[in-house]
């Protein structure tokens, strides 16, 4: 069975910095993608982050420059480092797990850690 | 900017059909850009229903069902259920990054 476990979050003052972890079992995190999303209390997905099997990363525009993805493959787990942290980041933060790179899909989802930026 | 546009509510009765559109505010949505359908009701984590397209998700109903229409993605619920009632959100691959959509919230009544 997959599970991705996701912990770090916690309220925070604007420019303050957090690290989220996701630990997993079931898959590797070099597995073809993994995936941060967020979701902002009552609004919609928002896709943050990815890290590839071959290590390459990528950002959304809202957090490049500020946030970094990283895994540390001995213990299984990814990251997310965010700095800089503005009220907008305010969110659900779930990690998430692809293991089918034919199909560029979500497979596999944590429960979420919740971030909250506020003074 | 991408922007991937889908219905904001839409409504079905119980035991009927309902289809769902995912388009690019900007161009076609074909295969090529792997949509994918995940469903969400309120205070869960999202769930995984169609990749790549039409490929339906391991336990997920065959009477969910994705394709492509026109010039956007389509999720199909056939035989609408009282438990559909839930956020549907599509996302689309762009090369390296994804781009989620609005969001439509279904309800069934």
């Known amino acids: 069975e997959v599970q991705l476990v996701e912990s770090g979050g916690g309220l925070v003052q604007p420019g303050g910095s957090l690290r989220l972890s996701c630990a997993t079992s079931g898959i590797t995190v070099t597995t073809s993608y993994m995936i941060w999303v967020r979701q902002a209390p009552g609004k919609g997905l928002e896709w943050v982050s990815v890290?590839?099997?071959?290590?390459?990363?990528y950002y959304a525009d809202s957090v490049k420059g500020r946030f970094t993805i990283s895994r540390d493959n001995s213990k299984n787990t990814l990251y997310l480092q965010m700095n800089s942290l503005r009220a907008e980041d305010t969110a659900l933060y779930y990690c998430i797990g692809g293991v089918d790179s034919s199909s560029k899909g979500f497979d596999f989802w944590g429960q979420g850690t919740m971030v909250s930026v506020s003074s | 900017q991408t922007v991937v546009t889908q219905e904001p509510s839409f409504s079905v009765s119980p035991g009927g059909t309902v289809t769902l559109t995912c388009g690019l505010k900007?161009?076609?949505?074909?295969?090529?850009?792997?949509p994918s359908w995940y469903q969400q009701t309120p205070g869960q984590a999202p769930r995984t229903l169609i990749c790549?397209?039409?490929r339906r998700s391991s336990g997920v109903p065959d009477r969910f069902s994705g394709s492509i229409l026109g010039n956007k993605a389509a999720l199909t619920i056939t035989g609408a259920q009282p438990d559909d009632e839930s956020d549907y959100y599509c996302?689309?691959?762009?090369?390296?990054?994804?781009?989620f959509g609005g969001g439509t919230k279904l309800t069934v009544l």
């Open positions: 790549g397209t039409n």
């Open positions: 900007s161009g076609s949505v074909s295969t090529n850009y792997y």
């Open positions: 996302v689309l691959y762009m090369g390296t990054n994804w781009v």
């Open positions: 890290i590839y099997g071959g290590g390459g990363t």
